[in-house]
């Protein structure tokens, strides 16, 4: 068998692989347990058919069907053992293979019950108390049912020949996907069968730790937020089943040369699955070099996770182990597989999505919206990927000055202007052509938007530099920029710097420590600064990290996760008293403050009379809504004395609301434009 283990040994013979490769000689039967482990389909029927009393028993059926046919294939496998030439592996591996076929004879047991005609509550309790039981031994001793003994191989030198041969040995305790998988699945689906019985017959007290059960197989099929297999230290030890299997798929970028040609090195990625020794290389992709006179060279935790490695994955399970996490999470949360019913109803509580561009590896410009961004815990609804763009690789650093302006620099440092009319759509709507809107813009440390086409550059010494492109909205050339200003000193030591526009700028440290700064003279380049804030630790551990409007952050896993960050202001419970909350929280709230009986009368008229901000420039685009520019009117409102028994700034997160996000090379968000006032 082709391929390594992670000790760099070869592979000789793995159950992992003996498995993978009857699984398609299995036929129809082989095809179902594949479709299982890799597809979600299968999961999804089933448990749709738990939520209905009526269907339950369909259920049962799916799975049963499931059951005979990996019993089958662990038969077929048992029989294969004898082609493992080490008989202690032989051994080891069949005594293991069998414990699973107890495990499966036990889950039949436990359909053979529940299938009975009009089973009562006492047999109800009885199979959910028995599958239970069976599903807990898949996490004992370290999860040592899924471990297995592989025979490998390494060359030694013999010092008297001079020569190397082969030497054969055992890797006992090696975690494998397959064939405890398949198994796993049935026990919880069986598992969850026949618990949802027993909690529609209003029982559910008569079961048996059932509270720990779903919180120790909530944990079994989880990914820790902070997990990085590539990482060093606790957070890439594995803890979980899917992040066993993860730790086990490894990407690696390999140069096609030594040297560049033209500038340009070629590069792929080498994937190799220690679980089964299965190597693959795919996913090309170029980056420009500075000269033809260096090495072909690139950090790969900048490169995250290519879609080799992520198709892998899923191939062994990880999205069906997901499924099952958010699943048990249901369960945990409501008591009941039963999806609750959410009802429609009329609030003025709305929340703007957050639009994200990323530069794939391939150099395609793709654009994506999180809808409702900002809402608590965050949102799991996308639009996109939408590929909008090629060629976006040659850039030094992309970014979106707001709205339509988007703008890249060019390694002999051109600042070159791009009109993306389809920014808020996702459409590959572009105005003309490319303008070249400034130069030296290499000079930088960093570049950075701060949104409503304000630019920051730090500058080698660290000085921090502020301009605002006033022809961003059209192109403009490069003498349609307000002067550089500096506006503060000493930002030459961060890792990363980026704002979230309206002044908030966020900066990761060295150390992983998250900053919080506030321009509050970003709209004119004065150097009015709020006190700094560390609001976080562990942020340099991501493979990049983009901030969207009212204090949303999306960090990137190098493994295709996004996860979800919020820091901002959310109402406090004593917030609760005033009426019409939306409108104290969108800053039209005259009302609602003069009734409010601890804040009446404290804020006078001169605070509520709106602020026009005179030195900004008024745009006209039609696509800003006015509710935007009222806000802003009243945006120093926000920081009264009389609201700070109502609002505080909160910590949300981690929530992961994306995954399967193969590697790029950029991530942006859409900053907003300068926003257009009533006349």
Not at 384 to 403: A, D, H, L, Q, R
Request: hydrophobic share 40%.
């Amino acid at each position: 068998m082709a391929g390594f283990t992670e000790q760099g040994l070869k592979l000789e013979s793995s159950v992992a692989g003996t498995m993978a490769a009857l699984l398609p000689a299995a036929g129809p039967v082989g095809a179902g347990i594949a479709t299982a482990i890799g597809g979600v389909a299968f999961i999804m029927e089933v448990l749709s058919w738990m939520e209905n009393d009526t269907t339950i028993p369909d259920a049962l059926r799916d799975i049963e069907k499931q059951i005979d046919g990996i019993i089958f294939v662990l038969n077929l496998l048992d029989e294969r053992m004898d082609e493992l030439v080490n008989e202690v592996a032989k051994e080891a591996n069949r005594g293991t293979n069998r414990d699973l076929l107890d495990y499966l004879d036990e889950i039949r047991q436990v359909h053979l019950a529940m299938q009975a005609p009009s089973p009562d509550i006492e047999t109800a309790v009885r199979s959910a108390n028995a599958s239970g039981i069976t599903l807990d031994k898949f996490l004992r001793n370290d999860y040592d049912i899924w471990r297995w003994t592989d025979v490998v191989a390494k060359e030694v030198f013999d010092p008297q020949t001079g020569n190397t041969h082969g030497v054969t040995s055992l890797a006992s305790n090696v975690f494998k996907h397959l064939p405890t998988l398949p198994v796993y699945l049935m026990a919880v689906l069986t598992w969850l069968a026949a618990r949802e019985k027993v909690v529609q017959m209003n029982a559910r007290h008569r079961l048996d730790d059932d509270a720990g059960r779903i919180a120790r197989h909530l944990a079994a099929v989880s990914v820790r937020p902070g997990f990085d297999k590539y990482g060093d230290g606790a957070a890439s030890s594995p803890h979980s089943i899917p992040e066993n299997i993860k730790w086990q798929i490894r990407a690696f970028p390999v140069a096609s040369d030594t040297h560049p040609v033209n500038r340009v090195c070629r590069f792929m990625f080498e994937l190799r699955n220690w679980m089964n020794g299965e190597v693959k290389r795919g996913d090309h992709f170029d980056l420009t070099m500075e000269s033809d006179h260096v090495l072909c060279t690139v950090n790969p935790d900048k490169l995250g996770s290519p879609s080799l490695e992520i198709d892998a994955e899923t191939e062994c399970g990880i999205e069906v182990l997901q499924v099952l996490a958010e699943t048990l999470e249901r369960v945990s949360n409501a008591g009941t597989v039963r999806k609750p019913f959410v009802g429609r109803f009329s609030t003025e509580e709305t929340y703007a999505p957050a639009c994200l561009y990323v530069i794939a590896q391939n150099a395609e410009l793709r654009w994506y919206r999180n809808e409702e961004a900002a809402k608590p815990g965050g949102s799991k609804e996308w639009t996109g990927p939408i590929t909008i763009g090629n060629g976006w690789g040659e850039f030094k650093t992309v970014f979106s000055g707001g709205g339509a302006a988007l703008y890249g620099i060019l390694p002999d440092g051109k600042l070159m202007w791009y009109g993306h009319d389809g920014y808020f759509e996702g459409t590959g709507s572009w105005r003309g052509v490319p303008i070249q809107v400034g130069h030296g813009w290499n000079g930088f440390k960093s570049v950075f938007p701060g949104g409503e086409y304000i630019v920051y550059g730090i500058q080698p010494n660290g000085d921090l530099i502020w301009y605002r492109h006033d022809g961003a909205a059209y192109g403009g050339d490069e003498a349609t920029w307000a002067p550089g200003v500096k506006v503060g000193t000493g930002w030459g030591g961060y890792a990363n710097v980026f704002s979230g526009g309206y002044g908030v700028i966020y900066a990761i440290r060295e150390d992983g420590v998250l900053e919080r700064h506030v321009h509050a003279g970003y709209l004119k380049g004065t150097s009015e600064w709020e006190p700094r804030a560390e609001i976080g630790t562990g942020w340099n551990g991501f493979q990049a990290v983009a901030a969207a409007a009212d204090g949303v952050l999306y960090a990137f896993t190098r493994d295709g996760r996004v996860l979800w960050y919020r820091y901002g202001e959310r109402k406090k419970p004593a917030a609760e008293g005033i009426r019409d909350w939306m409108k104290v929280k969108e800053f039209k709230f005259k009302g609602a403050v003069r009734s409010h009986p601890v804040i009446k009368g404290t804020i006078s008229q001169t605070d509520l009379k709106p602020k026009r901000f005179p030195g900004l420039a008024q745009l006209p685009d039609s696509a800003i809504p006015v509710e935007y520019w009222k806000k802003r009117e009243l945006i120093e409102l926000k920081k009264h004395p009389a609201l700070a028994d109502f609002v505080a700034m909160t910590w949300e997160g981690p929530v992961e609301v994306m995954r399967g996000m193969s590697g790029f090379r950029n991530v942006f968000p859409l900053m907003n434009p300068p926003f257009r006032g009533p006349n």
